[in-house]
């Protein structure tokens, strides 16, 4: 696959990798605004890489401020096909464990304060979530996290709330015995929608790091109890991360890339010309340009 460049985008305790050849951390601007950070560039056993800690370093993002449009635009224009997040979650079932990963394939959508698209009225476009997550990618990531150790479950609904606080009891029991959610963080939604309009593959490993407020044997979610568990896991996420470049052969059947292909509906004579400049880099292929 020549044309294909995997991006990372690193949650909570991942805020670099090692080993790229070639490594150069690049500023890029974008119409949205400035990423969360520069982007680690290189190279990984042949495969080109990018890799972009989702709060930036040193964690100064929120949740809710992380800038997800400018964060994946820049990924796109340095020419990200894949884009795999790596997130820390709380749990919501006994048999994922903290330190096991989850391979999302559901999300629920509680986020209430984000810029959630990049197209709006002058150029209104309506792409299917129906299947959030690319399936090939989310198996490539599965496959490298056994192979470093891991417990992997693959499948899984995550939640994303707002945050910055966590969850209630009442709220972990409502999405836990009622929503049918399997985990909650607060980064991947809108993540996962804008990536999907920019046509890339999306999918995400979620770290468990604790058992959100529903758990009787469990205390409340901890700070540095989370950190503690991913400072336990990191060497584990970097080895899958390396795993990666020799398993993203494995062809997509979801058409994550053409997710644009019939879902603009704003007519070419009615559309707002400043705002099709700006979707250059997202939505160029169907717009042209
Ligand atoms: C440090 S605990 C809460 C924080 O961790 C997760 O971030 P990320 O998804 O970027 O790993 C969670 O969503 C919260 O932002
Ligand atoms: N319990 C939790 N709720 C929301 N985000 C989290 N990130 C890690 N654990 C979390």
Redesign the pocket.
């Given at each position: 696959m020549s044309d294909t460049m995997l991006a990372v985008?690193?949650?909570?305790?991942?805020y670099e990798i090692e080993g790229l050849e070639g490594a150069v951390w690049q500023e890029v601007s974008t119409p949205w605004g400035a990423p969360s950070d520069a982007i680690l560039t290189g190279v990984l056993d042949g495969l080109p890489m990018a890799f972009l800690p989702?709060?930036g370093r040193g964690?100064v993002h929120?949740?809710t401020d992380?800038p997800y449009r400018a964060n994946i635009d820049a990924l796109k224009q340095l020419g990200a096909t894949h884009v795999l997040?790596?997130?820390?979650?709380g749990s919501f079932r006994e048999e994922m464990k903290p330190g096991d990963f989850v391979i999302c394939d559901q999300f629920i959508d509680r986020t209430v304060d984000r810029k959630k698209s990049f197209f709006s009225s002058g150029c209104v476009a309506h792409v299917s979530m129906a299947h959030p997550a690319c399936r090939a990618l989310g198996r490539a990531a599965a496959d490298a996290a056994r192979t470093a150790g891991v417990t992997v479950h693959d499948g899984g609904c995550y939640l994303?709330?707002e945050?910055?606080q966590?969850s209630s009891l009442a709220e972990s029991r409502m999405y836990r015995e009622h929503w049918g959610a399997d985990v909650?963080?607060?980064?991947?939604m809108p993540e996962a929608k804008l990536a999907r309009e920019a046509e890339l593959h999306y999918a995400t490993v979620?770290?468990v790091?604790d058992y959100d407020s529903w758990h009787p044997d469990h205390g409340e979610?901890d700070?540095t109890e989370?950190?503690r568990v991913?400072t336990g896991n990191s060497a584990r996420a970097r080895e899958m991360i390396a795993g990666m470049p020799s398993r993203l052969d494995h062809r997509c059947d979801q058409a994550c890339d053409r997710a644009l292909e019939y879902a603009i509906i704003t007519a070419p004579d009615r559309r707002d010309p400043v705002l099709v400049a700006k979707l250059a880099t997202v939505a160029g292929r169907v717009l042209g340009g």
């Open positions: 985008i690193g949650g909570s305790g991942l989702r709060h964690h929120s949740p992380v997040s790596v997130s820390a979650c994303a709330m945050g910055p966590f909650i963080g607060m980064t991947n979620a770290m790091t979610v700070v989370i950190v991913l």
